[in-house]
């Protein structure tokens, strides 16, 4: 199962906690802009709260207010807090719930960003604070528009000496909510990496291996030898990200990818090879045998495991042997298969048992051939559904859950088993026989 990490906005904590505890001891700092305007957000605040609207309406009724109210916006939204002043001038915070925060956000993306954007430079200018610079951080995750992710890069900068240690989590904060907000916006992060001080480069890459999804692996390898001092760095997350990102990965991304492996660094090339072997790269197999010869023993070493990781083949150290082996399972794919397909589809219950188990022996084309195996259990006898079960187990890959969740619900007691024992190998798990307990696990049924 692939579970996306989520990276803790620790700037939200910093801002609502430190920014708060700021403005109650300078009770002026927010009247001097315009205690006014700040009243009125508030005051509608509070009041879409007690009556229940939505984060969508309140938004709306806060842009209504238009572009000059974009400082009591920020205002509120960094203090964390409403705010009601007494006639007798005794001030009272409220702090502001998630649909409250959501809704100054929508307010803000509805003005034209170089607004919200100037504001919060001249704010950074008049104070220029580590929770101030977190806060601005944390808006431009949260409202800037996709293709402006790079402005992030000049809010985290601070000085000659890059980002100061304390703002690198919330700087991956604000990345986190940029790119859970617009998933689109990972192809302006190549921009981003250009834009950046160096010292944030890592951070940056080790944010995008951390989630783990085709979107940030994608991000990571559009941005390979653009600063060549980074790429091991940018390696390792990619190889890291790949143990949980959903396969088969994409061709473009695969295709875009793969010439990694000829690169001479030697750390560079022994992450590649590590990264197209958790990929389940299949074109990467001639490459990775080749790499069995290679001169560092790391990349052999490496090469050895993916390709026994991609094949499901142990055929050792030799090169020769692997190319025997690749050679006899192409020609598999293109003479036998077509004749495989075909017995499953109208051939007797023995011939289909045959085809099945035939298909089995190459699990290297295991995405390719587990959508045949599931077809496969439509309508079939108990024996051909039992064998069928007990291939998409050892196939394994996303596309076998399924069908092995649908056969649990199956009237034959073999083939409830047979579904049971085969979900138990593919995952690592045991959830019981019943399907909405592996649901309930978290396993998707489509």
Same mark, same amino acid.
């Given at each position: 199962?692939?579970?996306?990490?989520?990276?803790?906005?620790? $700037?939200?904590?910093?801002?609502?906690?430190?920014?708060?505890?700021?403005?109650?001891?300078?009770?002026?700092?927010?009247?001097?802009?315009?205690?006014?305007?700040?009243?009125?957000?508030?005051?509608?605040?509070?009041?879409?709260?007690?009556?229940?609207?939505?984060?969508?309406?309140?938004?709306?009724?806060?842009?209504?207010?238009?572009?000059?109210?974009?400082?009591?916006?920020?205002?509120?939204?960094?203090?964390?807090?409403?705010?009601?002043?007494?006639?007798?001038g005794l001030r009272t915070l409220r702090p502001l719930e998630d649909d409250s925060r959501r809704a100054l956000e929508i307010a803000l993306r509805t003005f034209p960003w170089e607004d919200v954007e100037s504001t919060l430079r001249a704010r950074l200018e008049t104070s220029p604070t580590t929770v101030r610079s977190a806060h601005s951080m944390e808006v431009v995750g949260a409202v800037c528009p996709p293709d402006r992710i790079a402005a992030l890069a000049s809010f985290a900068l601070v000085g000659e000496r890059g980002v100061p240690r304390s703002l690198r989590e919330p700087f991956q904060a604000a990345l986190d909510l940029a790119l859970d907000r617009a998933p689109a916006a990972h192809g302006h992060v190549r921009d981003l990496y250009r834009a950046l001080d160096p010292s944030l480069l890592a951070p940056l890459?080790?944010?995008?291996?951390?989630?783990?999804?085709?979107?940030?692996?994608?991000?990571?390898?559009?941005?390979?030898?653009?600063?060549?001092?980074?790429?091991?760095?940018?390696?390792?997350?990619?190889?890291?990200?790949?143990?949980?990102?959903?396969?088969?990965?994409?061709? $473009?991304?695969?295709?875009?990818?793969?010439? @990694?492996?000829?690169? @001479?660094?030697?750390?560079?090339?022994?992450?590649?090879?590590?990264?197209?072997?958790?990929?389940?790269?299949?074109?990467?197999?001639?490459?990775?045998?080749?790499?069995?010869?290679?001169?560092?023993?790391?990349?052999?070493?490496?090469?050895?495991?993916?390709?026994?990781?991609?094949?499901?083949?142990?055929?050792?150290?030799?090169?020769?042997?692997?190319?025997?082996?690749?050679?006899?399972?192409?020609?598999?794919?293109?003479?036998?298969?077509?004749?495989?397909?075909?017995?499953?589809?109208?051939?007797?219950?023995?011939?289909?048992?045959?085809?099945?188990?035939?298909?089995?022996?190459?699990?290297?084309?295991?995405?390719?051939?587990?959508?045949?195996?599931?077809?496969?259990?439509?309508?079939?006898?108990?024996?051909?559904?039992?064998?069928?079960?007990?291939?998409?187990?050892?196939?394994?890959?996303?596309?076998?859950?399924?069908?092995?969740?649908?056969?649990?619900?199956?009237?034959?007691?073999?083939?409830?088993?047979?579904?049971?024992?085969?979900?138990?190998?593919?995952?690592?798990?045991?959830?019981?026989?019943?399907?909405?307990?592996?649901?309930?696990?978290?396993?998707?049924?489509?």
């Open positions: 199962m692939l579970r996306s990490p989520a990276i803790p906005h620790i $700037a939200r904590a910093l801002v609502g906690a430190a920014a708060a505890a700021v403005l109650l001891l300078l009770p002026a700092a927010a009247q001097a802009r315009d205690g006014r305007e700040v009243a009125r957000v508030s005051d509608l605040i509070d009041a879409s709260a007690r009556e229940g609207r939505s984060a969508e309406e309140t938004g709306a009724a806060l842009a209504a207010f238009g572009p000059s109210c974009v400082p009591a916006l920020l205002d509120v939204h960094e203090q964390g807090a409403t705010e009601q002043v007494s006639p007798g890459a080790e944010l995008l291996g951390e989630r783990g999804d085709v979107q940030a692996v994608d991000a990571l390898v559009s941005v390979i030898g653009l600063e060549p001092t980074a790429d091991p760095i940018v390696l390792v997350q990619i190889a890291e990200a790949a143990k949980d990102m959903p396969r088969p990965a994409p061709d $473009a991304l695969l295709d875009a990818f793969r010439p @990694t492996l000829d690169r @001479t660094e030697r750390t560079v090339r022994q992450e590649a090879v590590k990264a197209v072997g958790r990929m389940d790269d299949v074109r990467a197999i001639p490459r990775l045998i080749e790499l069995l010869d290679d001169g560092d023993r790391g990349t052999r070493s490496a090469s050895q495991r993916a390709l026994e990781r991609i094949s499901g083949e142990r055929l050792g150290t030799r090169s020769e042997a692997w190319r025997s082996w690749y050679g006899g399972a192409q020609r598999w794919l293109r003479e036998e298969f077509p004749d495989l397909q075909a017995a499953l589809r109208g051939g007797t219950n023995e011939a289909a048992t045959r085809a099945l188990l035939r298909m089995a022996r190459y699990r290297v084309f295991r995405h390719e051939l587990v959508d045949h195996v599931a077809r496969a259990m439509s309508g079939a006898s108990e024996h051909v559904s039992v064998v069928a079960c007990a291939v998409l187990g050892h196939l394994a890959t996303p596309a076998s859950i399924p069908p092995l969740l649908k056969a649990l619900d199956h009237p034959s007691v073999e083939v409830k088993k047979a579904a049971f024992e085969a979900l138990r190998r593919a995952t690592g798990e045991d959830h019981g026989e019943k399907a909405a307990d592996w649901l309930a696990a978290g396993w998707a049924a489509n």
